[in-house]
């Protein structure tokens, strides 16, 4: 801008120059060879989505059918471990009907607790042991409370009316208690 210019205030509009652009016939065959490339790449980009989007619903479903089969047989290896202590049950039972000695029929119910309990041991189930402990609102529920037999029980669990169990350390059933007061 001139200093006459920037005194009145007033530029100068630029001319505009009217070309026509000319497109010769080598530039139309580069730009339909442009489209066509343009248009082979779209038609491979929307493939790939398809394929992608068909084979992740394919991973939904597939995941969604396998966590319902997981569901149905997670208890699968604990009950045939299970399965052994239920034929000793029956076997004791069966022996019970023709037993003369109830000894050895309490020997027997024994025996196959033992093995039902360490099979669950072995699962990872835990039994509480609240008996003669101070109350704990977080692992037990208290039925009742009654005057404590001695001053060291006082508020302490007395009786235990249901065992509490641990699953790897998770409690799945809280010992329902009687508390000393």
């Known amino acids: 801008m001139s200093e006459k210019e920037h005194i009145n205030g007033e530029q100068e ?11 010769t016939s080598g530039e139309q065959a580069e730009n339909t060879a442009n489209e066509v490339t343009l248009e082979q790449q779209l038609a491979n980009a929307q493939d790939k989505y398809t394929r992608l989007f068909a084979e992740f619903d394919n991973y ?6 396998e966590r319902v089969e997981l569901i149905q047989s997670a208890g699968k290896d604990v009950i045939a471990k299970l399965l052994s202590v239920l034929d000793d049950f029956d076997r004791a039972l069966k022996s019970m009907e023709t037993a003369q000695d109830v000894q050895s029929v309490k020997e027997g119910i024994d025996l196959v607790n033992n093995k039902f309990r360490k099979t669950l041991e072995q699962e990872g189930l835990k039994e509480m042991d609240v008996l003669g402990q ?10 009742t409370s009654i005057p404590a037999p001695s001053a060291d029980l006082k508020d302490k669990v007395v009786d235990v009316i249901e065992k509490g169990y641990y699953l790897n350390d998770k409690v799945i059933r809280y010992a329902k208690v009687v508390v000393g007061k």
């Open 134 to 143: 101070p109350f704990d609102a977080d692992l037990q529920e208290a039925i």
């Open 13 to 23: 509009a630029p001319q505009e120059e009217n070309q026509p652009i000319e497109n």
């Open 60 to 65: 939904k479903k597939r995941t969604s059918r």
